[in-house]
């Protein structure tokens, strides 16, 4: 235990990312480790999105619309693209994650007309799957679920598309990008990735890995707040063909012409669909600039010294009492996943002693490290507890 | 003048909703007449807000998910329910208009199935039409535009669904719901109704006239703030056979229990998509107070009355130079609408003395009056300063 509490001390003294904490307004009481499902809230929040109700809604009212507001979905696109390794014009954020997958599946099935199968990684994010399956209903598509290490199993002639996960969201594995989208490739189908566990903690290279399309989450380590829209990711080479099946005025080439048929915009605004979500994006455009300057290699070089160092912790505290599920090498992203037949009450337990993982049914307690707020003394501080509450029974 | 004057002091004197302009943030040296494009910020909104941001993000993280989050599009829901006629648990606030549009629609296909006409008010707001081309395209049927005066002619044994808006937004006309509702339901059909220029300024009446499907929006009249999310009506007798095209986990039966395969919530929850944006449905929430124990009834008495008054004024201060387009009679909304060859210049010079309407192309200039903080005083200054900037040409 001593070996531990000297090893936190002296990672966290050393930590050269340690002075983003001071950026998050956080309960030093509390250990939070769930920012892989709600990131905690950059200071800065607060004030801006109250200036922003009070001064630009509130004293230039209509006026903002064209002045400040229209173009804040690729505003905040190109602050996430450098991010996701997207050079500039291909990034917009807009609508939730499933009305993004929604689109992206619809646009995908249209650009391969003769293809009709939508491959869908089997341990997806649920949300990922109830939408393949409605795009597959509308599109006259099958819907395919494939395990990721076997997808040469499923791809061929037929496949449309593949929507994959970069990391599992119940084991925190995290898969091979470049590998997976060249045999998706390799079967002539395009590959959709979905971010939403990885985005804005691990160096991401859609562009140099020629990835055709991308959506992410923006609430979680993108730290947007509660409900923050996603993004999504549109490589200048597929823009012409992209045709969104939500074609609102949002998207369109000339929005304030109130034009009687839809004329897709240019660019990547194709991929909006209604009015934009101004006091959302603006929690999130204020959230990003914590990532000024950041380096995705230091980020996710702390990732997994977090990750890591807090299995140790859970090997040593409770050695056989739970299972470690996440892999124990670097392909896992920056959650924890541990395997308990009383995950739930445990998750409870630790919540009432101010410790904040989540529970992911039937039997996973997850724990999200976010490099950018926690420490190793919170890595600690959550093995520990974990371990009396399980002794505790 | 004289006269327009003490009619304007008089009327304000008298008005019984006047206490309310105090309850919104407005410039006194503005004259706002643009409520109908973005309503002006209730007071309370800002600090709400910040405070949502410092306490229930901040302090209490994930946690305030289940406690105070999950169920906010349905509790909001129900404070617009009353606002259109409808009883509790039929109202949900999701997403934006043109999303919202694409589920009601491809929802009202799927309802009836051997019926293959999507029938659309060809004056509607574009970006309705864009997505009933789209919903045509996924759904395999037909759109047919229509003359909301002449349903009769295109309404068949072929129409599954019409959808309408109750007030024009250019002439500001309003639409009779109980006439245009009867003519669709008598062809056996469904009919769908925008109500983004209505809703919180008059009486609606959904569940007494039956009707089957309605969407909103809530950053006009209701003041939602910019892009603050829409609200859908699905009456109990038609929600078990609402099928959403966008089955996303805020509609899932059992949204946290992450389940392979979906299954829509018993209820009006089957109607969202994706997680709720809890920064704008906070504000729309707070916004919506402002209705607590209003009459709808005064609430539309002082709308006709401002408009009226209105046009008096235009026609006494501009007569012959320029055109009121706006009915004279009581088939209005909440807008007076003007053309003038020059409009786009007009609403440029007003908007330069602290008059604000808008252009609506190639030659209308829009008023709108909301009777929560627009006065009598608001509707005389902009016919006199619009009578200024027509005779300086």
Chains 1, 2 share one sequence.
């Not at 079967?187 to 990885?198: E, I, K, N, P």
Request: net charge negative.
């Amino acid at each position: 235990m001593t070996d531990l509490n000297e090893r936190a001390a002296k990672a966290d003294a050393e930590d050269p990312l340690a002075y983003l904490r001071a950026e998050f307004d956080l309960d030093p009481r509390v250990v939070y480790l769930d920012g892989n499902s709600l990131g905690a809230p950059p200071r800065r929040v607060a004030g801006r999105v109250e200036e922003v109700v009070r001064e630009q809604w509130g004293r230039r009212l209509i006026r903002s619309w064209p002045e400040l507001w229209w173009d804040a979905p690729e505003r905040v696109g190109e602050k996430i693209a450098p991010l996701v390794g997207a050079a500039p014009g291909q990034v917009v954020v807009a609508d939730s994650t499933s009305v993004d997958i929604f689109k992206v599946l619809v646009a995908a099935v249209r650009m391969a007309p003769g293809r009709r199968e939508i491959v869908v990684d089997a341990a997806t994010f649920p949300t990922d799957g109830y939408i393949a399956e409605s795009v597959a209903e509308l599109t006259g598509t099958e819907l395919v679920p494939a395990v990721v290490d076997d997808l040469d199993d499923v791809l061929g002639e037929r496949t449309a598309v593949a929507l994959l996960n970069q990391v599992d969201y119940r084991t925190g594995r995290l898969y091979d990008m470049a590998a997976a989208t060249a045999k998706v490739h390799a079967a002539g189908a395009r590959v959709v990735w979905d971010l939403c566990h990885s985005a804005g903690v691990l160096p991401i290279e859609l562009d140099a890995l020629e990835v055709d399309l991308a959506v992410g989450c923006t609430y979680k380590f993108l730290n947007g707040g509660p409900g923050s829209p996603a993004f999504v990711y549109v490589p200048h080479r597929l823009q012409a063909s992209f045709r969104n099946p939500l074609p609102g005025w949002g998207g369109h080439r000339e929005p304030f012409a109130m034009a009687p048929s839809y004329e897709p915009a240019p660019g990547i605004a194709r991929a909006r669909a209604g009015t934009p979500d101004i006091l959302s994006l603006t929690a999130l455009d204020v959230a990003l600039e914590v990532w000024d300057g950041l380096d995705l290699a230091a980020v996710r070089a702390k990732g997994l010294a977090l990750t890591g160092f807090f299995m140790d912790c859970v090997d040593e505290l409770l050695g056989k009492a739970i299972e470690v599920v996440t892999p124990r090498d670097e392909w896992r992203g920056h959650q924890v996943s541990l395997r308990h037949h009383q995950a739930r009450e445990l998750i409870g337990e630790l919540t009432a002693r101010e410790v904040i993982g989540d529970f992911r049914p039937p039997d996973v307690l997850r724990f999200g490290f976010a490099p950018l707020y926690n420490t190793y003394g919170d890595a600690l501080r959550a093995a520990r507890t974990l371990a009396e509450v399980v002794s505790a029974g």
